[in-house]
């Protein structure tokens, strides 16, 4: 299954360097479908005395991360779950999520600094979860938008950004609203969603549920840029007015050319 989506990819995208990527989606599909295993109780009380008796040997050994390699999941995902065990062996009660995602993002508000030390560890060399990878797909994400709406003003094209739709109030807004509707390869275009990842079959659907129709509901027919590529049968709602692009697109018809 796996080898079929690589030739498919490296077919329909063959100048894009999608090995990390593909890396990043295929770990990711594998730890959802493995995550409920490491949440047992004896699965988190087995990693949590194996930490103990690592660092109770070698406390600067990278224990934790070790430990995730070994069981073939994320670093981050245990470090929380360790994290977590430790707080409420503290604490003598479960500790929050506030709480928990705070000292991950700064490890120095853990008390206890081999702890500190092994989550630290584990969230600077996990490349598909952690606050440094969420911090990296902000940034990515940020950066494409600005890509995306220079284009926009390179091709004169009026619009409404996101910020300013939640400024008038809208809780769920796409990144752009073309305030002239355009053509894209015979399909009118009312907003643009920016997206600097790829589509893949899972995230592209929950992206619909949760934001794609409710922009449809809302704005009209719209166009979504998968920056890194999509899987190629997700185009597949053209007709009901949501157009997958893996770039910004050349053959734009404003309403000043159908005129002329």
């Known amino acids: 299954d796996k080898t079929l989506w690589v030739l498919k990819l490296k077919k329909n995208h063959p100048n894009s360097v999608l090995t ?10 594998q730890v959802k479908r493995t995550h409920a295993k490491h949440h047992t109780a004896e699965a988190v009380e087995t990693y949590y005395q194996r930490y103990l008796n690592g660092v ?46 705070s000292m991950l993002r700064d ?4 008390p206890d600094g081999v702890l500190a030390n092994q989550v630290y560890q584990c969230t600077v060399n996990d490349c598909c979860y952690g606050p440094l990878v969420d911090c990296i797909k902000h940034a990515i994400g940020h950066e494409h ?13 009026s619009f409404i950004a ?9 809780d769920k807004t796409p990144d752009f ?42 704005f009209g027919p719209g166009l979504v840029i998968y920056w890194y590529g ?8 053209r007709e009901r007015g949501i157009l997958l692009k893996d770039c910004f697109p ?11």
């Open 162 to 170: 996101e910020d300013q739709l939640r400024a008038k109030g809208y």
């Open 230 to 237: 999509f899987i190629e049968e997700l185009d597949c709602h």
């Open 20 to 29: 990390l990527d593909l890396f990043v989606f295929f770990f990711q599909k």
């Open 145 to 157: 938008e600005v890509l995306l709406r220079e284009m926009l003003l390179e091709k004169n094209l």
């Open 107 to 110: 490890p120095s508000q853990i």
């Open 56 to 101: 109770m040997k070698n406390a600067a050994a990278p224990v934790l991360l070790e430990l995730a390699n070994e069981v073939d999941f994320a670093p981050s995902l245990m470090a929380r779950i360790v994290l977590e065990r430790f707080l409420q062996e503290q604490e003598q009660a479960i500790p929050s999520k506030t709480l928990i995602n």
């Open 177 to 218: 609203i073309l305030e002239v509707p355009v053509a894209v390869e015979g399909h009118i275009i009312h907003w643009i969603e920016s997206k600097a990842s790829f589509g893949d079959e899972s995230s592209h659907q929950a992206y619909l549920q949760d934001q794609f129709w409710s922009y449809w509901n809302r």
């Open 250 to 260: 050349t053959d734009i018809v404003t309403l000043r050319h159908s005129m002329a």
